[in-house]
């Protein structure tokens, strides 16, 4: 194109953005050169199939709490790669840590812009990240961070917290180091570590609701500090660690602009406060861990989740909504009694696995077999990529014909036909 070879689909859209392009085809034996006017609103008229050109780049980190390392085998071959690409950052939120990135990244990222990035933190402390990225480069990579901020990059920061390894003091001292050293950052999230049935690391496990709490005790204690020292609270629990310590979720308005909302921060209020019929909230667009790395269409980065409903449901008929079960401990309050909950055990991924994005089509057909075949079944659509489920079942492989319906708090009520409270 113009006669550069563009490596993702960023360098693409820059290139493409011009009224007048040259184009060299090399395709089978044929080649061609094009020269293509056209107006400014006009489309290329060219598909692109996948964001990057060349390689992703993977990550050269080995943690322990990796959940790609925990996934069973056999699954889509795109749900094992382990990227550490900025690029892939920038395009669908995928955390970096950084212990690749390097100067000549640096002056990309700056030059063209690419802003947001979401950088895994972990640990501030050298060593400690370091040893939980099981990667000597973990242990400086954070420079990077600094240098991004310095150039005006808006970061959003993670860590994923492991009971007994980076959280309690360590973890407390990554928030002081954040205020420390990165205040310009722009969110961090504090998650969970997820634990399938498939670990085999000894030292990991999942919380306890007591530990859950402690660790919202801790990340609301940094809120007010930051809140004093910038103005903005800056860090967030994610939302399991409320659901876990069974404690109620803070306003939505505590959330700030809820950046982290595909990361589980703010999701449940956010749904919440759509379900109630303020429209300002969120909705949650496409995202999640195994959306972001399915699919790829160029114009919209992420796999679409769902098809459409081929069948005519019953409207008058009774309603049973199919979640997770973390999902239910969200829904059961909002809903009428005579709407029914139905929270699937996830067997598949097993341990502490309970969000409603990573139930499989085995494990809802279990749950609903011998299920009443007169009732609507509504199901999220954030367990589905592209029409199938993590273990390549369809909805036509469950027991009876369930209705599609977008994870998001409006979309539910309107599912359901409550009106919005005045
Ligand atoms: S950096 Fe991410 S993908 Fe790589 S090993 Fe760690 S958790 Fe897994």
Known sequence: MDGQLPRDIIEYQLIADQARLELDVRRGGL??????????????????????????????????F?????????????????DDDYRLSFLYGNFTTLTRFTEADLERVVTEGLSPLW???????????????????????????????DHGIEIHGQVVVCPGVNDGAILDDTLAGILDRFPEIASVACVPLGVSRFNAEAAMRPHTPEEADSVVDLVEGWQDTFLVALGRRVVYA??????LARRSFPDLGAYGDVAQHENGIGMAAAFQARFRGRSDAPAGGPGGFFQSVDGAPAAGYRAPRATSVTFRPRRDAPVTVITGIYGERVLRPLLSPDVEVLAVENRFFGGNTAVAGLLTGADISD????????????????????????????????????EVVASDGAALREALRVPVPS
């Open 119 to 149: 950088v895994s933190i972990h640990a501030t402390d050298p060593q400690v990240r370091a040893r939980m990225l099981r990667n000597p480069r973990g242990a400086m990579s954070l420079r990077w961070l600094r240098a991004l901020l």
């Open 367 to 402: 749950a609903l077999k011998g299920a009443d075949p007169t009732r609507r079944y509504l199901l999220p659509d954030v367990c589905l990529s592209n029409g199938r489920f993590l273990d390549g079942s369809g909805l036509e492989d469950l027991p009876l014909p369930v």
């Open 66 to 82: 990796c959940f790609i390392h925990q996934l069973p085998k056999g699954l889509r071959r795109s749900l094992y790669t382990r």
């Open 238 to 243: 994610a939302d399991e660690y409320y659901l």
């Open 31 to 64: 080649e061609l050169s094009l020269t293509i006017d056209r107006d400014q609103a006009e489309p290329l008229g060219i598909e692109v199939d996948a964001p990057l050109f060349d390689r992703v780049r993977t990550c050269d980190n080995h943690c322990e």
